[in-house]
């Protein structure tokens, strides 16, 4: 039996009103593609976050567990050849010597314990924002105490000597303006078993 058009598209919109949701993807396929490239992005993402934070963990770990660093002298070494180098911005020559060098072994501590913060937050997920502005902040400290290439020198010089803390610096502003933290992330985790307690906790 040959059926009529207006059959045809009467069965189809019956069919669509009783399953909306299977209508939507079987007329709007492409519909389905954001979700699966946010996924992809939320991973990269992650990834990249986990990454950083085990780079920071590296670098805090031996400072936290040792004592070269806090008390044997390391951090001071460490100011005196950025000073003596010429490695340092003319305007941080000051702040290195006045503020920094008098309370060296403070600042040690708290550079020690930041850094393994920093790297527990982002490997983690909690507190990855908060984590990443203070890592953008000494990420910059660190820029402009260490990466002067001189003072005549190309402009594009100045971004070259500055890629080893630059380069990071961008990664804890991408972290502080996007969700780093929508994938392997302990928060995502818990706000999925406890929505409620979680949203009123945060």
Not at 77 to 101: D, E, H, K, S, T
Not at 133 to 162: D, E, I, K, T
Not at 178 to 193: M, N, P, T, V, Y
Request: net charge positive.
């Amino acid at each position: 039996m040959i059926q009529s058009a207006p059959d045809i598209r009467g069965k189809a919109a019956a069919k669509a009103s009783t399953n909306p949701g299977a209508s939507a993807v079987q007329l709007l396929p492409s519909m389905q593609l954001p979700d699966t490239a946010a996924n992809r992005n939320a991973f990269a993402l992650a990834g990249l976050r986990i990454a950083v934070g085990c780079l920071f963990l590296i670098f805090g770990q031996y400072k936290v567990f040792g004592t070269q660093f806090t008390l044997g002298g390391g951090f001071q070494w460490w100011i005196n050849r950025f000073l003596q180098g010429g490695a340092a911005y003319p305007f941080m020559v000051p702040v290195l010597q006045r503020i920094v060098l008098p309370h060296a072994t403070a600042i040690a501590f708290l550079v020690a314990f930041g850094e393994l913060a920093i790297g527990l937050a982002l490997v983690s997920g909690i507190c990855v924002r908060t984590a990443s502005a203070f890592g953008l902040v000494y990420m910059l400290s660190l820029l402009f105490s260490a990466n002067y290439p001189g003072a005549h020198v190309p402009l594009w010089q100045y971004f070259g000597a500055s890629l080893d803390h630059s380069v990071l610096a961008l990664c804890f502003l991408t972290f502080i303006s996007g969700r780093s933290d929508e994938a392997f992330s302990i928060k995502k985790h818990l706000l999925k078993r406890h929505p409620r307690q979680t949203q009123i906790g945060s």
